[in-house]
């Protein structure tokens, strides 16, 4: 099985903040998305973390990617260079890469943390699912939800747990 998730910025006191995410303290906050990970995935699982895996954390990011099951591919985005840059830390992702395309269920998938307005397939049914903008209510955003086939996967749209490619297209109907 393959999961999707970006954005769990795993330590982040502040993203509670300014997403208003429904935690008291980024320690509520990593306990609940670790429970939710381990609840539906299995140690054999593939799960694609969309970029911002964490950020700022006063904890090493180790200390996360031990705790959490499946393999772990890492599509990096803008706070995801204390991973890229560690080579412990780096030793827990199967994959890092800047963008991947991956076939899931007969449907092939464009990953990239950032929205992208034209990816690549688009223009041959592929998916594009991203992270970045959180639950904004911005131009990006709007733009974003009007394209057919572009999903943000970012963990506040989620209910902070990796979906499936089928959870996924079903919430965003």
């Not at 990096?76 to 780096?90: L, R």
């Not at 992702?93 to 943390?113: A, N, P, Y």
């Not at 307005?117 to 990006?140: L, Q, S, V």
């Not at 572009?150 to 963990?155: F, I, K, L, T």
Request: net charge negative; proline share 3%; hydrophobic share 35%.
């Amino acid at each position: 099985m393959k999961y999707y998730i970006a954005d769990t910025h795993f330590g982040h006191e502040n993203i509670i903040k300014l997403c208003g995410r429904p935690f008291a303290d980024a320690e509520e906050m990593d306990r609940v998305i670790i429970e939710n990970w381990n609840s539906v995935v299995n140690d054999n699982d593939d799960v694609y973390i969309v970029g911002d895996f964490s950020h700022k954390s006063e904890k090493p990011v180790t200390g996360y990617l031990k705790q959490l099951k499946g393999r772990k591919h890492l599509i990096a985005g803008n706070h995801d260079k204390i991973i890229t840059a560690d080579p412990e830390a780096s030793s827990y992702f199967v994959s890092i890469s800047q963008m991947e395309v991956v076939r899931d269920h007969g449907h092939t998938i464009f990953l990239c943390h950032y929205p992208v307005a034209e990816w690549p397939g688009y223009y041959d049914g592929f998916y594009h699912f991203f992270g970045h903008i959180h639950k904004t209510r911005n131009e990006a955003c709007m733009f974003m939800e009007g394209l057919e086939k572009a999903y943000n996967v970012g963990a506040d749209l989620l209910g902070f747990t990796p979906r499936t490619i089928d959870e996924i297209i079903t919430r965003n109907r």
